[in-house]
């Protein structure tokens, strides 16, 4: 062992005579672990909210929608659908119209994003319609294109479980669901079209904006509701490079031909991923106090052991030590002290991070926050920038009491002893 760290590592094992200098250096180096600690649960929490809602976004939604500029829908669809599957990079293709309805059963009712789909191609494209956790889907998968069985008059439905706890419904129940695109009467105006439908499944995705304000139904049937035959409002596209869906989403918009236009996942939620991005900058900003307000601990820890040991250090120079290895002498313990705590934090930072992205033991309000529990995903790299950050702030706090050290005229030190 190097001379410097010898006497370094001694004198954090030795007895002081100042038991306070202990005190202080132990709050030390309990204060970069606790900010080490907080930084890598805070950095795993806020990439476990980009992972989560990002993941479920794109399982539960489609990676690039096409849909006409003009408000009059997709026409002849089918060539135009089999002839966009085979372009590079889709890997999958559906069809589908939207439509905001509002769903009721006796008083209490709710507005909903009610989607028509063939729900076999529907699930090439997003995992929804298998999130059902009561009834089934299946019910669904009837030819979409047909026209209504005699037996089966009600047409069948799939609704968010948030939408169906606040109107108050259940697998079996029939709601009855109102369509704006209704029927111009010359008395009265236009009369809003509805449909009663009976609930076969409920969905449970975990993000809030689908459970609470989505349902879907068969295409044909939403044709007919919503006076449309035969058109569409949207196809929607799985591709295989999710960071290239803005470019794959252009090659989409040239082989569909004038008239079309294309968004993609990260035009829709661009807003939601800055603002994620933003608060885990602050956040690090923040919490990185932590760490600065144990460096203070660091120095002043060191600043009374140089006051202490001045004795000892007149001694040392007047036996022929140099400033410069006086100065590395409490460089070295500084350092000491910054990865022991470094080393300390990280381990329960990382501990808690994984402890809590395993057991989901922090529940939050989905209607706030759009996921129901506490994500976290740790990141060896966010472990390596806040060690860094940790040990040079440690260091900075080091330079004036080593300075102060090394400075220590021996004559001086030791005319009174």
């Not at 209704?182 to 689908?210: A, C, D, R, T, W």
């Not at 035969?230 to 989403?249: C, E, H, R, T, Y």
């Not at 410069?324 to 002290?337: A, C, H, S, T």
């Amino acid at each position: 062992m190097r001379f410097e760290l010898f006497l370094a590592a001694r004198y954090l094992r030795a007895k002081r005579r100042q038991a306070v200098v202990g005190v202080v250096t132990a709050i030390s180096v309990a204060g970069v672990a606790a900010g080490v600690a907080a930084l890598i649960i805070a950095l795993a929490i806020t990439n476990g909210m980009r992972r989560d809602l990002q993941d479920k976004l794109l399982g539960s939604s489609a990676h690039v929608e096409l849909m006409r500029v003009d408000a009059d829908g997709i026409r002849d669809w089918r060539p135009l659908l089999d002839r966009l599957r085979q372009l590079p990079h889709v890997t999958a293709a559906a069809p589908g119209i939207y439509e905001e309805v509002m769903v009721s059963r006796g008083p209490r009712a709710g507005f909903a994003l009610i989607k028509g789909v063939i729900p076999r191609e529907e699930r090439t494209v997003g995992n929804i319609l298998d999130s059902t956790t009561s009834g089934s889907a299946a019910d669904l998968d009837r030819d979409a294109t047909a026209a209504p069985m005699a037996n089966a008059s009600v047409p069948p439905l799939v609704l968010g479980k948030d939408l169906a706890d606040q109107i108050g419904v259940q697998v079996g129940d029939q709601v009855v669901v109102t369509s704006p695109q209704g029927e111009l009467n010359p008395v009265i105006g236009l009369v809003p079209k509805f449909q009663p439908f009976k609930v076969v499944g409920i969905f449970h995705s975990g993000f809030y904006q689908y459970d609470s304000g989505m349902a879907f139904i068969g295409l044909a049937d939403a044709q007919r509701l919503f006076d449309e035959p035969d058109l569409l409002s949207v196809i929607s596209f799985k591709v295989d490079n999710l960071n290239q869906a803005p470019q794959i989403g252009r090659e989409i918009e040239q082989a569909a031909g004038k008239g079309f236009m294309t968004t993609n996942w990260m035009e829709q939620n661009r807003e939601l991923f800055r603002a994620l991005m933003l608060e885990q900058i602050v956040t690090f900003i923040v919490i990185a106090l932590i760490v600065i307000v144990a460096a203070l601990n660091i120095l002043i820890a060191l600043t009374m052991m140089v006051m202490e040991k001045t004795r000892d250090i007149a001694v040392m120079m007047s036996f022929g030590v140099e400033p410069g290895q006086v100065r590395r002498i409490f460089l070295m313990e500084g350092l000491l002290i910054s990865l022991v705590g470094t080393a300390l934090g990280l381990a329960l930072g990382y501990f808690t991070a994984w402890a809590g992205g395993h057991y989901h033991f922090i529940h939050l309000s989905a209607e706030v926050y759009s996921i129901d529990t506490l994500p976290f995903a740790p990141r060896p790299i966010d472990g390596l920038i806040v060690s860094v950050v940790s040990i040079g702030m440690s260091l900075l706090a080091t330079l004036y009491p080593s300075s102060a050290a090394a400075s220590v005229l021996p004559a001086e030190a030791l005319r009174y002893e």
